[in-house]
């Protein structure tokens, strides 16, 4: 009986990422696959959705809209003065920041642009908006530990902290 994706299920994946023109956005590299723990919102729900019931071995397509992807895009990019960023930070265009507003609530940004006087700034993830394409292998599946169901992600094989 060959495992089947459900709950609690460590997974490792082999994937590949397009976009709709069919450009390669991300991909997992060899040797070292994604891993995720099924059911525990570790990776895009409308992958995770597709990926429920699938067996070791198997490869699926699975196209995700941005509603159950990144979102959708909301607010635009700005321009903000570097200087309200720390003169000492390493700041590189994809890298995400936190913002606080007046209520002390935490915006993610992303870095888009960086001159010298400026850094452009989007409050969207780089994908979202963007309806994505995944092509996956399942490599491998295992039974979680009870450790990881309560801590809602896999331990890599060293069992430690990166």
């Known amino acids: ?3 089947k994706i459900t709950a609690n299920k460590v997974v490792t994946l082999a994937y590949i990422l397009r976009d709709d023109s069919g450009e390669i956005i991300d991909r997992s590299s060899d040797g070292s696959p994604l891993l995720y723990l099924h059911g525990a919102m570790n990776i895009v729900p409308g992958l995770e ?28 990019a700005q ?12 700041l590189a265009a994809g890298m995400q920041v936190v913002a606080h507003d007046d209520q002390g609530r935490q915006i993610p940004f992303f870095i888009t642009g960086i ?15 963007e309806t ?4 996956v292998t399942v490599e491998s599946l295992r039974d979680a530990t009870d450790e990881e169901v309560e801590h809602g992600h896999p331990h890599g094989a060293g069992g430690h902290h990166h």
Request: proline share 10%.
């Open 49 to 76: 959705e597709q990926l429920e019931g699938v067996a070791q071995g198997e490869t699926i397509k699975a196209t995700v809209s941005p509603e159950k992807g990144y979102g959708p895009r909301i607010g635009e």
């Open 115 to 129: 001159t010298e006087e400026t850094v452009t700034v989007d409050p969207n993830h780089p994908l979202a908006g």
């Open 79 to 90: 321009e903000v003065p570097r200087s309200l960023f720390p003169g000492d930070a390493e």
């Open 132 to 135: 994505l394409h995944f092509e």
């Open 1 to 3: 009986m060959t495992d």
